[in-house]
Antibody, heavy 124, light 109 residues
Framework: QVQLKQSGAEVKKPGASVKVSCKVS????????VHWVRQAPGKGLEWMGG????????IYAQTLKGRVTMTEDPSSDTAYMELSNLRSEDTAIYYC?????????????????WGQGTLVAVSS | QPVLTQPPSASGTPGQRVTISCSGS????????VDWYQQFPGTAPKLLIY???QRPSGVPDRFSASKSGTSASLAVSGLQSEDEATYYC??????????FGGGTKLTVL
C-alpha cells in the first residue's frame, strides 16, 4: 500500500535552512505528485506547494516563494522540501502528501496519503 | 487569516446530527471543488470528502457534504464519540493556491 515516511525532527536557528525528506513506498515517485502542507502549533493547515503533474514543475505558495524549494529523486523514490532563511514563525509540523487525482490545471488537489509529519522548530 | 471561514467549534450529543460550514468566495469554492479532512490530535489529516460530496473508500456514510455557491458544509449523522476531531475544508483558489479553512473542533458531549 502507499506509504510516505518522513525524516526526523529538526531544530534550527533563525536564518538557517532545513531540508525534510519524504520516502514513498508502494508506488513509484513518478506516478503521484508530492505536495507539502505545514501546521504551526495549535494552528490550521497551510499548503506550501508541490509538483504540478501537468508540466512536471513545482508550484509554490506565493507566501513562500523564494524561500522554498521542492525536489525529487526518482532513483530513491524520495521527495525533498527545503526551506531557507528560517524564522520563528516557520516552527511547524511539515507533512508530505499525495493522491491519485491531483491536477493543478483542474484545481483538484485531493490528498489521499500523508506522511507522519516532521517537526521543525526554529529557535535561537 | 485562513481564506475559508469555518466556525472554530461545534458540538453534539451521541446520535445527533451536526453540520459544519465552510464559507469562501467566487475564486475558490465558487469556482472549484471542496475537500474535507479529519484530524485527530498528534496525527496527520485524513481525507474525509473529496470533490464536494464524494467519500473515499472506508469513510462511513454517516459523513456527508454538499456545496452551494461559495459555501460548503459537512454533516455528521448519528454522531459517535470517535468523531471527536478537528475538521478542515479546502479548495483550490484561482490565484494558484490551495486554501484551507481554519478548522472546526467537533466535541461529542
Amino acid at each position: 500500500q502507499v506509504q510516505l515516511k518522513q525524516s526526523g525532527a529538526e531544530v534550527k536557528k533563525p536564518g538557517a535552512s532545513v531540508k525534510v525528506s519524504c520516502k514513498v513506498s508502494g508506488y513509484f515517485l513518478s506516478e503521484l505528485p508530492v505536495h507539502w502542507v505545514r501546521q504551526a502549533p495549535g494552528k490550521g493547515l497551510e499548503w506550501m506547494g508541490g509538483l504540478d503533474p501537468d508540466d512536471g514543475e513545482p508550484i509554490y505558495a506565493q507566501t513562500l516563494k523564494g524561500r522554498v524549494t521542492m525536489t525529487e529523486d526518482p532513483s530513491s523514490d524520495t521527495a525533498y522540501m527545503e526551506l531557507s532563511n528560517l524564522r520563528s514563525e516557520d516552527t511547524a509540523i511539515y507533512y508530505c502528501t499525495t493522491g491519485p487525482s491531483i491536477s493543478v490545471n483542474q484545481g483538484v488537489l485531493d490528498f489521499d496519503y500523508w506522511g507522519q509529519g516532521t517537526l521543525v522548530a526554529v529557535s535561537s | 487569516q485562513p481564506v475559508l471561514t469555518q466556525p472554530p467549534s461545534a458540538s453534539g450529543t451521541p446520535g445527533q446530527r451536526v453540520t459544519i460550514s465552510c464559507s469562501g468566495s467566487i475564486s475558490n469554492i465558487g469556482s472549484n471543488t471542496v475537500d474535507w479532512y479529519q484530524q485527530f490530535p498528534g496525527t496527520a489529516p485524513k481525507l474525509l470528502i473529496y470533490t464536494n460530496d464524494q467519500r473515499p473508500s472506508g469513510v462511513p456514510d454517516r459523513f456527508s457534504a454538499s456545496k452551494s455557491g461559495t459555501s460548503a458544509s459537512l454533516a455528521v449523522s448519528g454522531l459517535q464519540s470517535e468523531d471527536e476531531a478537528t475538521y478542515y475544508c479546502s479548495s483550490w483558489d484561482d490565484s494558484l493556491v490551495l486554501v484551507f479553512g481554519g478548522g472546526t473542533k467537533l466535541t461529542v458531549l
